[in-house]
């Protein structure tokens, strides 16, 4: 009896300890009504109700196995969408019936004036080019169409001279929000210098407005290289190059300059100047230990030989956290804008919608103005100047950049058929920009995720090219083969002194 007892008994305990796990099980799979309710009282991951669909919820509660799927999933999609490319083959035919009506080669040209419809500042003053250095070549060669000829020689002399020449003096360009520093070079020449203030791979943190960002070397220098091959050249030529700060700076620094030099605790030598913004200790300049890299811009001519008109871009930005732009609320602007001389007729407005597409590609914000030389009046093109800001943001297209295209519909037929020949190849915009860049010496000028942003930003300003011919009665109302055909002239229209788009 004791043995049948004591079998009786196991058994028991063991049915009862089975009933505990199971009823355990249960209440870790489907939590108390009332346990609910503590977690949604206190703002956290909801269980039920609408509140679940939250995205942060549905984050939490996936599994590494669920995770997994995703990203299969994600490269599934990805190698099929790099299979079923978009050739924008519709676009392409649209170039070659305009090419055609006007005996033109699809791809078009910028311009058919006669070589003394765009005379050179030299032409214009008549400048004894035997007795001029590197940089009065340079800018005395700026003409009406351009910042300098297609793979002109001079470009290579003004680079390798920024990048070899001594350095006998600097001083702080005065104004801007950030430091600079006017560098002269043993010869006379000048240049533009602004420092290295991070690495490459620190991107604009995403809660910083466009006008509070940090300004970047390198991107200045992939500006002027995206310029050129974009078919634009209205950049001035700019470089990188690696200071030692103790020779080229602090012993020729004066004055307040020199009073912001210090040694940091990691026994760096760091400067800060003075500046709006970001000239304290806590946003110090540093070398390493007092190497440190930097652009350098070559300076345009003085403005007392070709003085400069400042205009307010149609386009520009509130600078304030919650107000907005005109632009940004009227879906017809355009219609604004092109009613407006110099806008109305001729190339400006289509100068703009280049402007639009070279800074989306870099995803650059931060275009308040721009500047013309008043020597060549208004029909001459904008000067691209300031690009510190560009490259912040690989992963983010900041399609309201574009706003000029898609609210006026209107495009250059050389730059629709440049961005479609780097679209479909044989080689990419990326690579062409990469090889460009690796002769600087401040190499790799951009990380590869800015690259293959810049190949994705070309697909983006084509569809909206697409989108624009899609809506036309007819497709030379978007796509202009020569600047004089865009015409919006009409009698007693105001007239833009350079203040009038607040």
């Not at 939590?31 to 503590?38: D, L």
């Not at 100047?385 to 295209?405: K, N, Y």
Request: net charge neutral; aromatic share 10%.
């Amino acid at each position: 009896m004791k043995l049948k007892e004591r079998l009786a008994m196991a058994a028991l305990g063991f049915s009862l300890a089975v009933v505990l796990l199971v009823l355990l099980d249960i209440n870790l799979v489907i939590p108390h009504t009332e346990h609910g309710k503590s977690l949604s009282q206190h703002g956290r991951v909801k269980m039920g109700g609408r509140e679940s669909e939250n995205y942060k919820s549905r984050i939490l509660q996936k599994t590494a196995s669920q995770s997994q799927e995703s990203k299969l999933v994600k490269s599934e999609e990805n190698d099929k969408s790099q299979e079923s490319k978009d050739e924008f083959k519709d676009i392409f035919q649209i170039l070659m019936k305009i090419a055609q009506k006007h005996n033109r080669h699809w791809k078009g040209s910028k311009s058919n004036r006669a070589k003394n419809d765009n005379p050179t500042f030299g032409e214009v003053v008549s400048m004894n080019e035997e007795s001029s250095t590197v940089w009065d070549r340079f800018q005395y060669g700026i003409s009406k169409e351009e910042m300098y000829p297609d793979q002109a020689p001079i470009i290579t002399e003004v680079v390798d001279s920024m990048r070899q020449l001594p350095i006998v003096g600097i001083t702080q360009k005065e104004g801007g929000t950030q430091l600079k520093l006017i560098i002269e070079y043993e010869d006379g020449g000048q240049a533009l210098f602004k420092p290295m203030r991070f690495p490459r791979t620190q991107e604009t943190l995403p809660n910083h407005f466009y006008f509070t960002d940090y300004e970047r070397h390198n991107a200045e220098v992939a500006a002027f290289h995206l310029d050129q091959l974009l078919g634009f050249r209205r950049a001035v030529p700019v470089t990188g190059r690696i200071l030692n700060i103790t020779r080229d700076i602090y012993s020729l620094a004066e004055g307040d300059l020199l009073k912001t030099f210090f040694i940091s605790p990691a026994g760096n030598l760091c400067f800060h100047g003075k500046c709006s913004y970001y000239c304290d200790t806590s946003h110090a300049i540093c070398g390493n230990p007092d190497m440190l890299e930097g652009s350098f811009a070559a300076f345009l001519p003085a403005k007392s030989v070709a003085p400069r008109k400042t205009w307010r871009h149609p386009w520009r930005r509130s600078y304030h956290k919650r107000r907005k732009a005109k632009w940004e609320n009227d879906p017809d602007y355009c219609e604004v804008v092109k009613d407006v001389y110099p806008y109305n007729k001729g190339r400006r407005l289509l100068d703009v919608m280049d402007l639009s597409i070279f800074d989306f590609l870099m995803g650059n914000m931060d275009r308040h103005h721009y500047e013309t030389f008043k020597l060549f009046g208004n029909d001459t093109f904008p000067v691209h100047l300031d690009h510190g800001r560009a490259f912040g943001r690989s992963s983010h297209d900041e399609m309201s950049i574009l706003a000029p295209l898609y609210q006026c519909c209107v495009i250059r037929h050389s730059t629709t058929a440049m961005l479609l020949s780097y679209h479909s190849g044989p080689v990419l915009l990326s690579a062409a920009l990469n090889r460009s860049l690796s002769s600087d010496p401040i190499k790799p000028v951009l990380t590869n995720q800015h690259l293959e942003a810049v190949d994705r930003r070309v697909g983006l300003v084509l569809q909206v090219v697409r989108e624009c011919l899609d809506t036309a009665e007819m497709a030379e109302n978007v796509v202009f083969i020569r600047d004089d055909l865009y015409s919006n002239v009409k009698p007693d229209q105001p007239v833009d002194d350079g203040h009038y788009f607040s």
